[in-house]
């Protein structure tokens, strides 16, 4: 009864390399995220997709490329690896994207540690 | 954007009571989240304020005054279970984004 869903859980790759992390969700939202969490624990918006449609991208390097095959999935593919992209990934949903007559909370996956070396 | 402030650490003591504030300023507030983390896990819905007050769910309550762009999250009878880390995320309407930004987190520690 898995809520939302990442593969893989840990990711080790070289410097240069081309990687995806894939995220699914069976709560029927409507609203997916990708966040970045570095190792000051500091979670950062990167991707939101709302019914399929990036409604959020914010300044994030395009070697990063989102994509929402259908409501329930939304993948991150990453060109080019840095030694900077080293990084715990979360993906998220929640129903909504606004606060209006429902908390819209976020519901977070199990995260995906990418080491780039 | 926003601007989002909590304390780093904190450390409390089995048993007590504890307050993390937050403070933060935005141009079109839309809700203020509160979620725990611990180690190596992921982010978890504790608490949600839109409007003003105290909202109270068992041993944690959390408060928002709108007019002085702050929160705070009361944790209870801590626990040994309770130390994590505790974010507060603001939800801004600004843009029509509606996405929540989140804060450093303040990492609590709970000692015997």
Partial sequence: DTAVSQT??????????????????????????????????????????????LIINETVPNRFSPK??????????????ELGDSAVYFCASSQGISGLGSYNEQFFGPGTRLTVL | GQNIDQPTEMTATEGAIVQINCTYQTSGFNGLFWYQQHAGEAPTFLSYNVLDGLEEKGRFSSFLSR?????????????????????????????????PTFGRGTSLIVHP
Avoid at chain 1, 31 to 43: G, H, I, N, P, V
Wanted: glycine share 6%; aromatic share 12%; with cysteine.
């Fill in chain 1, 68 to 81: 929402s095959p259908d409501k329930a999935h939304l993948n991150l593919h990453i060109n080019s690896l």
């Fill in chain 1, 8 to 53: 893989p859980k840990y990711l080790v790759t070289q410097m240069g390399n081309d990687k995806s992390i894939k995220c699914e969700q069976n709560l029927g939202h409507d609203t997916m995220y990708w966040y970045k969490q570095d190792s000051k624990k500091f979670l950062k918006i990167m991707f939101s997709y709302n019914n399929k449609e």
């Fill in chain 2, 67 to 99: 007019s002085k762009g702050y929160s705070y999250l009361l944790l209870k009878e801590l626990q040994m279970k309770d130390s994590a880390s505790y974010l507060c995320a603001v939800r801004d309407r600004a843009g029509g984004s509606y996405i």
